[in-house]
Nanobody, 122 residues
Framework: VQLQASGGGSVQAGSSLRLSCMSSTPIFKEYHIGWFRQAPGKEREFVAAISWSGESAYYADSSKGRVTISRDNAAKTVYLEMNNLTPEDTAVYYC????????????????WGQGTLVTVSS
């Protein structure tokens, strides 16, 4: 499964961004998708995930209320809408796929895209 994350950029605190995770995999709709982020010097951490059908979404406590994950299986794309960004959101954001489980543990996801950098300045 090949994944490509995009949509990062440099923004001011309080701004919004929408990240996209696209795939050309024909069976993309069969995979759960997760978003993770990794700040300099820190471990990769869970942000949000969505089930293959889109019926279930999961969020890290730090994401709740500011982040929305959604998917368009026809477009083979998962979106991460982030609002009211703060400098603490600065990180490289990665999307990941797995066919069987959704977990906060990054090591258990099987497929990863390259990251997209989000920089939030105060």
């Amino acid at each position: 499964v090949q994944l490509q994350a995009s949509g990062g950029g440099s923004v001011q605190a309080g701004s919004s961004l929408r990240l996209s995770c696209m795939s050309s995999t024909p069976i993309f709709k069969e995979y759960h998708i997760g978003w993770f982020r990794q700040a300099p010097g820190k471990e990769r951490e869970f942000v949000a995930a969505i089930s293959w059908s889109g019926e279930s979404a999961y969020y890290a406590d730090s994401s709740k209320g500011r982040v929305t994950i959604s998917r368009d299986n026809a477009a083979k794309t998962v979106y991460l809408e982030m609002n009211n960004l703060t400098p603490e959101d600065t990180a490289v954001y990665y999307c990941a796929a797995d066919g069987t489980l959704i977990t906060y543990d990054a090591q258990r996801w099987n497929y990863w895209g390259q990251g997209t950098l989000v920089t939030v300045s105060s």
